[in-house]
């Protein structure tokens, strides 16, 4: 049975931080990419950033310089570091692994 974990969502002012974590796990497949979205209300969800098991990366232009993806492909655990958060990074944030799995979500309220 395919599980996504995510974790780390939460309240957090203007300015701050939050990381969040997803672990994949019953996957018998290879993990090639794993990846953030993001769905805020009456919106459609989106691409945050996304990592390949090579390395390579790519994000939404709204976060770019704010945000890191990482992953560690032993642990089969991606990471967003989000720095700087604006209010309207506020959404219910989606793990997903090679464009076929998706977590439970979690939410992430950027507010004061």
């Known amino acids: 049975q395919v599980q996504l974990v995510e974790s780390g969502g939460g309240l957090v002012q203007p300015g701050g931080s939050l990381r969040l974590s997803c672990a994949a796990s019953?996957?018998?497949?290879?993990?090639?990419?794993m990846g953030w979205y993001r769905q805020a209300p009456g919106k459609q969800r989106e691409l945050v950033a996304r990592?390949?098991?090579?390395?390579?990366?790519n994000y939404a232009e709204s976060v770019k310089g704010r945000f890191t993806i990482s992953m560690n492909n032993a642990k089969n655990t991606v990471y967003l570091q989000m720095n700087s958060l604006k209010p309207e990074d506020t959404a219910v944030y989606y793990c997903?692994?090679?464009?076929?799995?998706w977590g439970q979500g979690t939410q992430v309220t950027v507010s004061s």
């Open positions: 997903n692994v090679n464009s076929a799995w």
């Open positions: 019953g996957i018998m497949t290879r993990i090639t990419t």
């Open positions: 990592i390949t098991n090579g390395g390579n990366t």
